[in-house]
């Protein structure tokens, strides 16, 4: 055995395996496999697709996003925000037009609403990267040798292998019986 | 047969959004091949031409620094002209791609999927050119910054009761959110170049712009979620922007100005003139660029039919200022009106009626609204309409004010043109960058409108059916769309009809 084939037998051994990923060519044939590993017990599995593929979340037992939330209190930020600022200003430099009060907080509603929805958009921005775990410039599951195709045509699923089932040899053939291409471990 | 005719709706079924045999595969290659095709000379010589308008552009721009506001035409009585002109033209614009892509959205309209994209980057190039006007007609530019609230060495504050304040606020936020919207929806798209990309600049670049997407579902879920609320946000702000633009006007006295109806009636010419300006780009882009089976015949007709019901709105606005102006009983007002239709700048109203009121009507007729030369005809038209009437509504209330001694005949000086002129130019290069650099079509979002991508599509039930017979299927199938993909052209009476009984094979 020469030394560059030894090393890289020893680099493979001590890799973790991130779990198995394989891949379908239709988005039934994914639902279908995640309600099957979501019955099966499995918790920590994914589905990688191309666009978003409607109802898979039920399919898969997952809870509803917290996007809702986070703009909501982003948006409640830049109403008070707006209502600071005008405050504020009109108090520290008042400017008396048509004889209105400093603080006349009808002619300040466009300012209120616009930072209102300046503050949730960025709320929604930064939140859903946030949530994702992104930016990630590189992913386990990026080590597919087909996995250029869940971008493309192609419907992945992951089961990870910190699922408590997981099992590399039962865990594949399910996958298999489900009708998973390409079934393959790849490693952290 | 024309290709229009076939794709007539049938009573009772929807015309298919995407047309010839399209596998998931073959919506990547026809949009991502435009990106990743070699440079066109066609293409180089657009971007000359449009960067030699851009330095038009800058030219003017530069004598208007060095020099002041005294190049413009401007006088004491018409003291805003091509300048405000062209700020409202260059908004009104953009506003039809945050409409596509938000209004249309939460309507659930799927048409919406493939234009939507450049829909959007129309929007944010048509901030920019607009945001040039603000700018520069302060005159000293380097003091632009006391339009924001930032504290001073003088320890003042901009006016918050003054509309032109509430415009700082609106344009920056309408400008953020659409950027912000447009590259959540590049993310995906930007994986998929990624994941296809031959050199390794390209992919390292292409990586760090898509943040690493990599599909997750449970990213999809956050993803679409928040896809949902960007929507939601920017369908009432798309409204407030030009409602806080027509405050400018309204909230003066100046007759002409001074009108309730000031708020719907800018929204709806806002989404008419940027209606236009996307059936003009995307007649010319789909037949550059071969995507004549993505966005389709039914695509173009649904936008002439909002621009036909925009522009009928526009005529009732048009004439209900006649009725208050008599109705209301305002010496005043009823001169301004009657001086638009009459008076020395009549020549400019009656422009606008024929554009913006009278052209549009053509798009009753079907055969009109299905023909493309007809329809990009039109759509030039009111976009040249839609000038005029900011033009109208500002200079013709400024020339004959309150006193007949500054009563005064504005014409624009050879900067005022060569401003607006540029202000193309870098509309122009943008999109031309855009259209080169950047997917045109919405990838992943074509994709999720087939009906390939409904889960329960092919087969009823999911359970009872053979993982081979479906395999096979999909080779055939884009063994098919690799033939069609060949020759792009092809999408005549046969692509058509079969991706019809395509489309029916799936649903039964």
Avoid at chain 1, 147 to 175: C, G, I
Avoid at chain 2, 438 to 450: D, H, N, R, W, Y
Avoid at chain 2, 480 to 493: I, L, M, T, V, W
Wanted: glycine share 8%; with cysteine; proline share 5%.
């Amino acid at each position: 055995m020469d030394k560059a084939h030894r090393h890289e037998e020893l680099e493979e051994e001590s890799a973790k395996p991130f779990g198995l990923m394989g891949y379908f060519l239709t988005p039934g044939e994914l639902m279908h496999a995640c309600e099957k590993l979501k019955n099966a017990g499995y918790k920590h599995f994914d589905a990688q697709t191309p666009f978003p593929v409607h109802g898979l979340e039920k399919a898969m037992g997952l809870p509803p996003s917290k996007m809702p939330w986070i703009v909501l209190s982003c948006g409640a930020t830049g109403l008070l925000s707006a209502i600071a600022l005008t405050w504020f200003v009109s108090v520290d430099y008042p400017l008396v037009i048509s004889g209105k009060p400093s603080f006349s907080w009808q002619a300040y509603i466009p300012i209120m609403f616009e930072l209102t929805v300046l503050f949730s958009a960025f709320g929604a921005f930064f939140g859903m990267w946030g949530i994702n775990r992104l930016p990630m410039f590189y992913h386990p599951s990026m080590k597919h040798p087909s996995f250029p195709r869940a971008t493309d045509d192609a419907f992945f699923v992951t089961v990870e292998a910190k699922d408590p089932k997981y099992d590399a040899s039962k865990t594949k053939k399910l996958l298999e019986e489900l009708g998973a291409r390409e079934i393959v471990e790849v490693t952290e | 047969m024309t290709t229009a005719a076939l794709q007539e709706d049938t009573p009772g079924k929807r015309a298919p959004l995407v047309l010839g045999h399209r596998d998931f595969n073959a919506v990547t290659e026809t949009v991502a091949g435009i990106v990743e095709k070699k440079t066109t000379p066609t293409w180089l010589v657009l971007l000359g031409v449009a960067m030699s308008v851009l330095l038009i552009l800058l030219g003017s721009l530069g004598k208007l620094v060095a020099d002041g506001l005294g190049i413009w035409g401007l006088n004491n009585t018409v003291f805003w002209a091509w300048d405000i002109t062209g700020f409202v033209f260059w908004i009104g614009i953009g506003h039809a791609g945050t409409l596509i892509s938000a209004i249309l959205f939460l309507f659930r309209q799927k048409w919406r999927t493939s234009i939507n994209r450049a829909a959007e980057a129309m929007t944010i190039f048509a901030v920019m050119s607009a945001a040039i006007y603000p700018v520069f007609h302060v005159g000293r530019v380097w003091f632009a910054y006391w339009l924001f609230p930032i504290p001073n060495q003088m320890s003042m504050w901009p006016n918050f009761k003054s509309p032109l304040l509430w415009d700082v606020f609106a344009i920056s936020t309408y400008a953020t959110v659409s950027i912000l919207f447009w590259y959540v929806g590049l993310v995906p798209d930007l994986a998929t170049l990624r994941d296809r990309a031959k050199t390794k600049v390209r992919s390292i670049v292409l990586g760090i712009f898509s943040l690493g997407w990599r599909g997750s579902h449970k990213n999809w879920l956050n993803y679409e979620k928040t896809y949902l609320i960007l929507a939601g946000l920017s369908t009432p702000l798309v409204l407030s922007v030009h409602t806080i633009v027509s405050f400018d006007f309204a909230v003066s006295i100046m007759p002409g100005w001074h009108t309730t109806i000031f708020p719907p009636y800018f929204v709806a010419g806002a989404i008419f003139s940027g209606f236009a300006m996307v059936v003009s780009l995307m007649v010319l882009a789909r037949k550059a660029y071969g995507l004549e089976g993505l966005i389709t015949i039914k695509h173009l007709e649904n936008m002439n039919k909002i621009i036909l019901l925009t522009g009928t709105m526009v005529g009732y606005a048009y004439a209900i200022e006649y009725f208050i102006a008599w109705y209301g009983g305002n010496e005043y007002e009823r001169f301004a009106f009657i001086n638009r239709a009459f008076g020395p700048y009549k020549w400019a109203y009656w422009t606008m009626w024929s554009c913006n009121v009278f052209s549009p009507q053509l798009f009753w007729f079907k055969r009109i609204r299905t023909s493309i030369p007809a329809m990009f005809v039109i759509s030039i038209f009111v976009n040249i309409g839609m000038w005029f009437e900011r033009f109208v509504i500002i200079v013709t209330s400024l020339h004959r004010d309150f006193i007949p001694s500054s009563w005064t005949y504005f014409r624009p000086s050879l900067f005022d043109i060569s401003t607006f002129l540029g202000s193309f130019g870098l509309f122009f290069t943008l999109f031309l960058l855009f259209l080169r650099f950047l997917p045109a079509v919405a990838i992943s979002e074509v994709k999720g409108v087939m009906p390939q991508a409904d889960p329960h599509a092919g087969h009823g039930g999911h359970d009872d059916h053979g993982h081979d017979a479906h395999d096979d299927h999909h080779e055939e199938a884009s063994a098919k769309a690799d033939e069609s993909n060949e020759d792009e052209g092809d999408e005549g009476e046969e692509a058509s009809n079969d991706s019809e009984k395509d489309e029916e094979e799936s649903r039964g």
